[in-house]
């Protein structure tokens, strides 16, 4: 069965330092694999994918993704944070060349940036 | 464009009561989708719509209906509502199942008394 874990419930950082947001997947056949953010009251906002092609991948705001195969990893990264980055970020995953009802969310990591 | 809107944004139900979560787009999406979202467990799909008179079941489908008579809207109905039903419902979008950006709408906290 695919699975999407996010082994941090909580990420704090300093403004200024870099940051990473984990996120590991469990899926048959290559991934397609998403990151999407959600600020207070509001829906998720889609920031970046993963399809196929280059392993490093650039989104909304600055952030980054890289995908690491072997050890099925798609770590989200940004050289320096900003305050405005404090969110709750969800990590997703689903089988490629399947429907979006087959997509699976993480559980969430909130992101605190500190001034 | 409005993108993907939701009413009521926030709502109170006592348990057996029954109500309609509105949901439209005018992205003319063909997809469409039905999440709740609970502390520590992401988002669970519930029911999805591929277009206009096609719906199908999710992840976690029971207690709920659905019906697609439009492109532009996808109601979810809660029949009888029950206490673990208490969550945060989000609707989405996407051009089509294949898509793969996803548009969601602001939400609908719901308490279940």
């Known amino acids: 069965a695919q699975s999407v874990a996010q082994p941090e419930d909580q990420v704090n950082v300093a403004e200024g330092n870099p940051l990473t947001v984990k996120c590991t997947y469990s899926v048959s056949g290559n991934p397609y694999l998403f990151w999407y953010v959600q600020y207070p009251n509001r829906g998720l906002q889609f920031l970046l994918k993963y399809i196929t092609g280059d392993n490093l991948v650039k989104g909304s705001y600055g952030f980054e993704a890289e995908f690491n195969k072997s050890q099925t990893s798609f770590h989200l990264k940004k050289p320096s944070a900003l305050v405005s980055d404090s969110a709750l970020y969800f990590c997703?995953?689903?089988?490629?060349?399947?429907?979006?009802?087959?997509?699976?969310f993480g559980s969430g990591t909130r992101l605190s940036i500190r001034p | 464009n409005a993108g993907v809107t939701q009413t009521p944004k926030f709502q109170v139900l006592k348990t057996g009561q029954s109500m309609t979560l509105q949901c439209a787009q005018d992205m003319n999406h063909e997809y469409m989708s039905w999440y709740r979202q609970d502390p520590g467990m992401g988002l669970r799909l519930i029911h999805y719509?591929?277009?206009?008179?096609?719906?199908d079941q999710g992840e976690v489908p029971n207690g709920y209906n659905v019906s697609r008579s439009t492109t532009e809207d996808f109601p979810l109905r809660l029949l009888s509502a029950a206490p673990s039903q208490t969550s945060v419902y989000f609707c989405?979008?996407?051009?089509?199942?294949?898509?793969?950006?996803?548009?969601f709408g602001p939400g609908t906290r719901l308490t279940v008394t």
């Open positions: 997703a995953v689903r089988p490629g060349y399947s429907s979006a009802s087959k997509i699976i």
């Open positions: 719509s591929v277009g206009a008179g096609i719906t």
């Open positions: 989405a979008s996407s051009r089509s199942s294949g898509d793969y950006e996803q548009y």
